[in-house]
């Protein structure tokens, strides 16, 4: 992983993670042991989602950089649909809250998703990759293009 994928990574996790924490203890509060449950099993799913689809597009931009569109829409679709599966299937579930699960999944999502592009506003990252050498070859003179 480049520098700046971790860096955008650390940007994006760890206010999502405390988005997570904010969402456990409303939920200890709200609905007892399992609303807590559903908000932390909610926090891991959406950084589990949202950290690997950023490792596969870092990956996919370093080895194929004019793919990474195309690539960013996949991810990005697959990340919907699995995330719609999974709360398919933990819709009934008895062992949490699936209100508090939704609400601490859509506020951990949207908190990623701002502080992702907070980050990315603010890292340096180059697009033009610098003469091997630094040296500028001397083009023809202004008088031998003349002529």
Avoid: K
Avoid at 30 to 59: I, P, Q
Avoid at 71 to 97: C, H, K, N, P, S
Avoid at 105 to 112: I, K, R, Y
């Amino acid at each position: 992983m480049q520098s700046n994928d971790a860096r955008i990574l650390r940007g994006a996790a760890i206010p999502s993670a405390g988005a997570g924490l904010v969402g456990v203890i409303v939920g200890a509060v709200v609905s007892g042991g399992e609303g807590a449950l559903g908000a932390g099993l909610a926090t891991v799913v959406v950084l589990a989602f949202f950290g690997v689809g950023l490792h596969v597009l870092g990956r996919i931009g370093r080895q194929w950089p004019e793919l990474l569109l195309g690539a960013g829409f996949l991810v990005y679709t697959t990340q919907v649909i699995a995330m719609f599966l999974v709360m398919r299937l933990l819709r009934d579930a008895a062992f949490m809250d699936g209100r508090v699960f939704g609400f601490t999944a859509l506020a951990c999502l949207l908190v990623w998703l701002a502080a992702q592009a907070w980050t990315h506003t603010r890292i340096r990252t180059p697009y033009v990759e610098p003469a091997g050498t630094g040296e500028v070859s001397p083009g023809p003179s202004a008088a031998e293009s003349r002529a």
